[in-house]
């Protein structure tokens, strides 16, 4: 069985339900004799030929326009944003009618579609290539926005999204693209979209996290553990709908939760997570919820952005700090 | 200094204000008498709809309401242009080319009667729903055309829009990419003159809107727009070309809103009343009926029997619309996503148990 890097394994994905499903196709700028800008779709071209891959205009309206009208005519268009900065063109497309045909329709149309993205900062990306702007899209009725930490994870809930018959945001964590292999059966076994992975059993404190922050939180679990304090550490990867019950169970276990992620702090998704165990957890918790976060700024150019975005440091110190406080 | 390329807008006009016939070629459909009468019977019921929904929100029996008036020769011959099989995607007060497909005008008092069952219309199912986000259905219609190339059905997508919604990136957008990919589509831009407050005159410097098409590598026409014959002949002309392979088309619609631009709206306070009686001059149900009795095709008598039938057929719409009852309180959660989450399954629970005084 290949080993395979995550950017492998979205493409593995895409193929798989590309063969077995003859309503799924590819749409966006370069998919197809470039492969995608990483390659995302590299060899989907030759596979599978004009009808299934297809290069539009240089506009991300377009794509997301064209994506609602396909899904809703029974394609399964699976649309790329060649960056997460650049998807803010396709917003009235995605808001008011992907999210939304079922709903407007009472079940007539609906839009079963993939908007993916490359994701996140931490490449040494020009301006606009490296934000964190899941909480947008979690905001939004009618959406499901999932985040891959790992080749397996990002086959199996591709298949997934694809598979959905309502529209998933699906982000890539670009960072971690390339980052380490690991093997992934192409067996089309799809993963649950409405489940968080503890990816690290602990007892202490619970570290929530998403994308490519799973790495550094990992990290930071590990050198906790040095220290002599175990830490959990969850992969949401599927940020809506939230499974907040296996947060939940593992915060009522170490009463701690420290939530890392790379987006500005206010109203960034932590900030939900916050407010649930707020609600549902309080009696659980001994100590204040902490969040890692970006800044409140707009994500700096490479020469900073390193300083912006979480690290292992900034998890184990705000770790500390809860179990300090209780 | 050499021309690489050339082009021109025509316009295209069958009959005059007075139900003229101004050309010698007139389209096999409109030598179908029996037809046009049809035609022109349904642009009477529009009209009659038109101003008993208006009445309807007046007297606070219905919300917000866009209203038709003055368009029913563009809207109409869309509708009876099309084939089943064809998907249409409007905007918001294209009703005469709905009702041609099977919408009733109980459907569109529910939708701006504040039910979204309205739009769960009786028309084809493959058809859009009533889009307020402006040209946006431009792409849905794009994205249609698309499926149906890929599939090589024998299908066009047709999609309207305003003056003002041509100024719109979806717009640009959809005829840009049915002319990149040369897709089966239609657009029809009605062209009002009025974009609630804003002149056409302020959307753009171009002559007409119809050349945006050209850009686009489209075929485009200038058609009156208060011409039934006109307006048919052209899209007939384009849906043909489309559904063959040969492309897309551009059509512009010159037209007028005789109307407010919605009831919200006062247009009082923008365009001068000249203007507006000027317009009355041109509206098309005049002219379509001077033109079938001419022909001795339609009669004063046949005019006010089937006045008085469509009133009573718009008021057994009008019934049922205001004898359905509202839709329970969970149906605002069920139609987000296929399966309901978890999460927002204990949300309808607790909207439920609000309704029962939980």
Redesign the interface.
Known sequence: MAQITLIEAVTQALAWEMKHDSSVLVLGEDVGVNGGVFRATQGLLQQFGEGRVLDTPLDETTIAGLTVGLAAQGMKPVAEAQFEGFIYAMLEQIICHAARLRNRTRGRMSVPAVFRAPWGGGIRAPEHHSEANEALFTNVPGLRVVLPSSPARAYGLLLAAIRDPDPVIFFEPKRIYRQYKEEVPDDGEALPLDVCFVLRDGTDVTLVTWGAQVKETLEAAEALAADGISAEVIDVATLKPLDFDTIAESVAKTGRCVIVHEAPRTAGFGAEIAARLAEHSMYDLLAPVERVTGYDTHIPLFRLEMKYLPGVDKIVAAAKRTLAAG | MSVVATFEIEYLQYLDTEGRLIREDLPAFARDIRQLVDIYKLMTYLRVFDGKAVALQRTGKLGTYASCLGHEAAHVAIGSAMQEDD?L?VSYREYGAQFFRGVRARDVLMYWGGD??G??FAGP??D??WCV?IA?Q???????????K?RKEPRV?VCTVGDGGSSK??FN??I??AG??QLPLVAVIVNNQWAISVPRSAQTGAKTLAQKGIAAGLDCIQVDGNDLIAMRAALDHAIKRARHGHGGTVIEAVTYRLSDHTTADDARRYRPDAEVKEAWEREPLKRIRAYLSSLNAWSDEEEAAWKAQCGDLVDAEVNAYLETKSQPVEAMFD?????L????AAQRAEAIAREHGG
């Open positions: 998907s995607a979204e069952r739009s769960d199912a493959h859009f729903p986000p946006t431009c792409l849905h219609a794009a994205g249609s055309a698309l499926a149906f890929l997508a990136a979806d957008s959809a840009n990419v990149a990919m139609y987000t996503y296929a399966e989450p978890p999460d927002l």
